[in-house]
């Protein structure tokens, strides 16, 4: 007999509440990448690793149902942040992998995702091709066995600690853009490669610029097909469902209570704002809910732009307020754990994986319908 | 008020322009959180713009026009303080940088790791601290400015001061016009970058949902702006605290659009606009918030709080 969904959010929160780290996540280097895999590798250690992954790949199969029920007991222990560095291997490059990888690629790499043994970074963007992915210039060549790859790729979070990388190279530049890229596996030891780390604004440095100089990878490491990278990087999409950023939406919500919890009558406005962005997580949270759900039998449309339009600007919004509640120069505002680091870093929620206006524009055409406006 | 400036003015900005002129350039070295312009300091505190309130035929309004322009260079030096509140202090022309804090003195405040004096801004009093011979704790910020805290006020030479009224109604002058000079800075730091970065075979600026949020900045900026000047200009309560009210509760939405259209550029130390807009972030917080100034400016208008 299966478990309830009762029985489920109990066992799930006795183990969160046993096994979540008592340390916060370090800030940058091999002290993160040795944080993120200890925690995946306890994860992996109490059942409780890849969690929408299918079970014939080593995952959990969990439903949508048990996944939101995960991740607001997540939220609920303060385990560490979900969007981190094992957030592209978990969430993207695995389930490109299991999508779209060969039995060897699956074989190779699945395992060493869920046992926390190893780390992928992405490397999409370009220095003149962001919300325009597909005009990416980073070539490879094919000689013999071998994809030479020459290049530049940026904002590759944690590319300074990654294993791997899930690389979208230009392979027919003559084609268009559904026949031109390929998506490959590419080895971050691979000679040529050079990492420069970029300072952000927020205090880290979690981006990274990445040059390939005559990168020789293998044409066995290319996923779903040479000059069908397009399709490849699409196929993704399909699989996460909308639940990746639940941990997210529920987190801020749960932030906002505390917040609430800490603003003094004697503030009625402060209290009236924070009240305002209790009910926008709500709103944000029931989307995303409606949203997973739906999804369970197929794939997931472009409400998923709403969702992430939404819980984009309320973070931004949640973290302004944070300061203003505590004090710029308060302990709860001040060092790198504090919401003063959490205010500058969410000026990324809106550019990062499509900006807003990418998603409005996402929302204007698909969900509405709308005449597609000039590009 | 008049919104030309006068031939007074027009040649303190142009002979204050020159002085600028040979500390243009921005940082250099490693990206940092903040560029706090040494050198600048002392050649303006040698120039003697810095006093220009005090001397005759001249006052708020021409040390507000100062403290924007000042504040529209990437490196940051202590001026709005020093131009606007340090004349109502019992200090002599050149005793600065000041730092300000209120309520509580051990707060951090902008500039007292170089600050001669430490002015803490009580409810219905001052306290005038020098700073001479004491060690200053050093606090850790991402905001732009060099912070410090003191332990306590046990031991240091302090003078009450009964004008707090004044004090506050030029500190929220002064912030009005230093945000105003950032807000002009990181304006027009965007419209280069949308003018000349790419995306979909055309420059960001050419989208509309990109033009519309930036004239929305721009009429921020250009609001502020006159504001400030229009407070500095009456000097009076109502417009001190319409000006600060005004440019503190835009600067969130005014601070996300601008790195908004930086892209994932903006988000980096490397592109310049963080040095105005962490400034502009820690301006947003100084005398209890957008809130605060708008009750004082209700309660000067109309007498109620």
């Known amino acids: 007999?299966?478990?309830?969904?009762?029985?489920?959010?109990?066992?799930?929160?006795?183990?969160?509440?046993?096994?979540?780290?008592?340390?916060?996540?370090?800030?940058?280097?091999?002290?993160?990448?040795?944080?993120?895999?200890?925690?995946?590798?306890?994860?992996?250690?109490?059942?409780?690793?890849?969690?929408?992954?299918?079970?014939?790949?080593?995952?959990?199969?969990?439903?949508?149902?048990?996944?939101?029920?995960w991740f607001e007991e997540y939220a609920r222990a303060k385990a560490p942040p979900v969007l981190d560095a094992s957030f592209v291997g978990l969430n993207h490059a695995g389930p490109t992998l299991i999508a779209c990888g060969t039995e060897e690629q699956k074989a190779f790499h699945l395992p060493q995702l869920l046992e926390g043994r190893a780390i992928w970074c992405q490397g999409f963007s370009e220095p003149g091709s962001g919300s325009d992915l597909a005009s990416l210039r980073t070539r490879g060549v094919v000689d013999g066995d071998h994809l030479v790859v020459n290049g530049q790729k940026i904002w590759t979070s944690f590319a300074d600690t990654a294993d791997w990388q899930e690389l979208l190279v230009r392979t027919d530049p003559d084609a268009k853009t559904s026949g031109a890229l390929s998506w490959v596996i590419?080895?971050?030891?691979?000679?040529?490669?050079?990492?420069?780390?970029?300072?952000?604004?927020?205090?880290?440095?979690?981006?990274?610029?990445?040059f390939y100089d005559d990168v020789r990878i293998p044409l066995s490491n290319v996923v779903g097909g040479l000059n069908n990278g397009w399709a490849t990087a699409m196929a993704t999409l399909g699989f996460e469902r909308g639940t990746a950023s639940l941990g997210i939406i529920i987190a801020n919500a749960l932030k906002v209570d505390e917040m609430l919890g800490d603003c003094p009558a004697s503030r009625p406005?402060?209290?009236?704002?924070?009240?305002?962005?209790?009910?926008?997580?709500?709103?944000?949270?029931?989307?995303?809910?409606?949203?997973?759900?739906?999804?369970?039998?197929?794939?997931?449309?472009?409400?998923?732009?709403?969702?992430?339009?939404?819980?984009?600007?309320?973070?931004?919004?949640?973290?302004?307020?944070?300061?203003?509640?505590?004090?710029?120069?308060?302990?709860?505002?001040?060092?790198?754990?504090?919401?003063?680091?959490?205010?500058?870093?969410?000026?990324?929620?809106?550019?990062?994986?499509?900006?807003?206006?990418?998603?409005?524009?996402?929302?204007?055409?698909?969900?509405?319908?709308?005449?597609?406006?000039?590009? | 008020m008049n919104y030309e400036l006068n031939d007074d003015q027009a040649g303190i900005l142009a002979g204050l322009d020159q002085l600028l002129a040979a500390h243009a350039g921005g940082p250099s070295g490693e990206p940092e959180n903040f560029f706090?312009?040494?050198?600048?300091?002392?050649?303006?505190?040698?120039?003697?713009?810095?006093?220009?309130?005090?001397?005759?035929?001249?006052?708020?309004?021409?040390?507000?026009?100062?403290?924007?322009?000042?504040?529209?260079?990437?490196?940051?030096?202590?001026a709005a303080a020093s131009a606007l509140i340090a004349p109502l202090l019992p200090l002599e022309p050149g005793e600065r940088p000041l730092a300000l804090v209120?309520?509580?003195?051990?707060?951090?405040?902008?500039?007292?790791?170089?600050?001669?004096?430490?002015?803490?801004?009580?409810?219905?009093?001052?306290?005038?601290?020098?700073?001479?011979?004491?060690?200053?704790?050093?606090?850790?910020?991402?905001?732009?400015y060099p912070y410090g805290r003191l332990d306590s006020l046990n031991g240091l030479s302090a003078q009450t001061l009964a004008n707090a009224v004044d004090i506050r109604r030029r500190w929220r002058i002064a912030l009005a016009a230093e945000a105003a000079g950032c807000m002009a800075a990181a304006l027009d730091t965007v419209i280069e970058h949308v003018r000349t970065r790419q995306a979909f075979g055309r420059p960001l600026g050419a989208f509309q949902a990109i033009q519309h949020r930036l004239a929305m900045a721009a009429e921020t900026a250009e609001s502020a702006k006159w504001l400030a000047f229009r407070a500095a200009w009456s000097d009076g309560e109502a417009d001190?605290?319409?000006?600060?009210?005004?440019?503190?509760?835009?600067?969130?939405?005014?601070?996300?659009?601008?790195?908004?259209?930086?892209?994932?550029?903006?988000?980096?130390?490397?592109?310049?606009?963080?040095?105005?807009?962490?400034?502009?972030?820690?301006?947003?917080?100084?005398?209890?918030?957008?809130?605060?100034?708008?009750?004082?400016?209700?309660?000067?208008?109309?007498?109620?709080?």
């Open chain 2, 36 to 78: 706090y312009g040494a050198a600048l300091d002392t050649a303006l505190a040698e120039s003697g713009f810095l006093d220009i309130a005090r001397i005759d035929g001249f006052g708020p309004l021409d040390a507000a026009l100062v403290v924007e322009r000042l504040a529209r260079l990437p490196q940051v030096v202590e």
């Open chain 2, 102 to 144: 209120s309520g509580d003195a051990t707060r951090p405040a902008r500039f007292l790791p170089v600050a001669r004096h430490l002015l803490v801004l009580r409810q219905n009093d001052a306290l005038l601290v020098s700073m001479e011979g004491t060690s200053i704790e050093p606090v850790e910020s991402l905001m732009a």
């Open chain 1, 269 to 375: 406005q402060m209290r009236a704002r924070l009240s305002q962005l209790r009910v926008e997580a709500a709103a944000a949270r029931a989307m995303a809910y409606r949203l997973a759900l739906d999804s369970e039998e197929g794939v997931p449309d472009a409400r998923g732009s709403m969702v992430r339009l939404a819980f984009a600007e309320l973070a931004q919004r949640i973290s302004a307020a944070a300061i203003d509640l505590y004090g710029i120069a308060s302990p709860q505002v001040a060092g790198y754990h504090g919401w003063g680091h959490e205010y500058l870093d969410a000026f990324s929620e809106t550019i990062a994986g499509g900006t807003a206006e990418i998603q409005r524009n996402i929302i204007g055409e698909r969900v509405l319908g709308l005449p597609r406006g000039p590009r």
């Open chain 2, 240 to 305: 001190a605290a319409i000006a600060a009210g005004f440019v503190q509760e835009r600067i969130a939405r005014f601070t996300y659009d601008l790195h908004q259209f930086s892209g994932a550029m903006g988000l980096t130390l490397e592109f310049p606009l963080h040095l105005w807009t962490y400034r502009l972030r820690a301006l947003a917080g100084e005398l209890g918030g957008a809130s605060m100034q708008a009750r004082a400016a209700a309660q000067a208008v109309w007498g109620v709080a």
């Open chain 1, 186 to 210: 590419c080895p971050m030891d691979t000679p040529g490669i050079t990492v420069r780390p970029i300072q952000t604004m927020a205090g880290a440095h979690k981006y990274c610029e990445v």
């Open chain 1, 1 to 69: 007999m299966s478990e309830s969904i009762d029985a489920f959010r109990q066992r799930a929160r006795s183990w969160l509440e046993a096994n979540v780290p008592a340390e916060k996540t370090p800030l940058e280097g091999k002290p993160l990448r040795d944080y993120v895999l200890a925690w995946q590798q306890t994860q992996a250690r109490g059942g409780w690793a890849g969690l929408a992954w299918p079970k014939e790949h080593g995952g959990c199969g969990l439903s949508v149902l048990e996944l939101i029920v």
